[in-house]
Nanobody, 124 residues
């Protein structure tokens, strides 16, 4: 059973930074396509970033240059470093695993497994 578990959410002022972590059981992050999605209240869920087994990363235009997706292969953990946060970045962030199509590995792809989410609040 694959289970992503997110952590690291919290409250931050605009311009601040947060790092989200995702510990995954049942799957090896270095051999998988994984990613992050988010959903703001009243809005549709959107892809944020994805990372392929070979290290290729893709980002939503709204976060390019500010967010960085990475992984620790030894710890089997996926990260999302978020910098220069804006109020519109607030929402619930989900770690996703196991690409099942829809698009190349990235924010437009579809994934089989989803974590429970971690909340990010950005105050102006």
């Amino acid at each position: 059973q694959v289970q992503p578990v997110e952590s690291g959410g919290g409250s931050v002022q605009a311009g601040g930074s947060l790092r989200l972590s995702c510990a995954v059981s049942g799957l090896t992050v270095k051999t998988s396509c994984m990613g992050w999605f988010r959903q703001a209240p009243g809005k549709e869920r959107e892809g944020v970033a994805g990372i392929l087994w070979d290290g290729t990363t893709r980002y939503a235009d709204s976060v390019k240059g500010r967010f960085n997706i990475s992984r620790d292969n030894d710890k089997n953990i996926l990260y999302l470093e978020m910098n220069s946060l804006k109020p519109e970045d607030a929402g619930t962030y989900y770690c996703v695993a196991l690409w099942i199509g829809g698009a190349v590995c990235g924010p437009l792809a579809r994934f089989r497994y989803w974590g429970q989410g971690t909340q990010v609040t950005v105050s102006s």
